[in-house]
């Protein structure tokens, strides 16, 4: 089968993975980054694999479709940032007064701020917190990266400078080859003449310091 007839036979996939999992960008846009994904995949891909095909490729499809999104829409700023920590540090102020969980209608009235600009915070500040709570193992996703300096707004690309500061200069250095270049524990290990385990560890030290510095 050509690379082709592989593309049009999982054209339906990639369509459905984008009006499932992708909103306010342009279809074509998503359509051309799932056929990247495609092309990924079948690279990659064993024929010996017990995997089908069309499930072993949803993760390349979706890690493309991602990475595009974090390009094009997802720009959390450092006042995002900084707003989403003080609603996280109210919710639990006011869950320790009240004794319940307050709702975001609550958290509002409390903040005097409005719901929709509050619900926001929250979901642009959780995905900087959250971007540093994925796993750490040779078979990181694609799209667990962070973006490079010249698809993030300055605010983004400070606020990651921040957190990478707190970190020693062999934990920042693999963590800038492991999430920024996207390059595998052991292609890191060999650049920088360590083994694989040291890499590891580093890593999760590092990813460790970065959570606590975002999450205080």
Do not use: C
């Amino acid at each position: 089968m050509t690379t082709e007839q592989i593309i049009e036979e999982n054209k339906g996939l990639i369509y459905k993975i984008a009006h499932q999992s992708f909103y306010g960008i342009e279809r074509e846009d998503l359509y051309q980054a799932g056929v990247l994904g495609i092309l990924k995949a079948i690279k990659n891909y064993q024929q010996n694999s017990n995997a089908k095909f069309s499930s072993y490729a949803f993760k390349s499809i979706f890690g493309e479709m991602y990475k595009l999104a974090m390009q094009k829409q997802i720009k959390v700023s450092s006042d995002y940032l900084r707003l989403y920590k003080s609603i996280e540090t109210s919710r639990y102020t006011l869950a320790q007064k009240w004794g319940k969980i307050p709702t975001n209608e609550e958290l509002a009235l409390f903040l005097e701020m409005d719901v929709y600009e509050l619900e926001q915070a929250i979901l642009a500040g959780s995905v900087m917190v959250s971007s540093l709570d994925n796993h750490t193992e040779e078979d990181r996703s694609l799209y667990e990266t962070i973006p490079t300096s010249e698809t993030m707004s300055i605010d983004d690309y400070l606020t990651i400078e921040e957190g990478l500061n707190q970190l020693s200069e062999e934990e920042r250095e693999i963590i800038k080859y492991r999430y920024i270049e996207d390059m595998t524990q052991s292609e890191v290990a060999r650049k920088l003449k360590k083994t694989q385990v040291m890499v590891s560890r580093y890593e999760k030290k590092g990813i460790d310091k970065m959570r606590e510095y975002y999450a205080a």
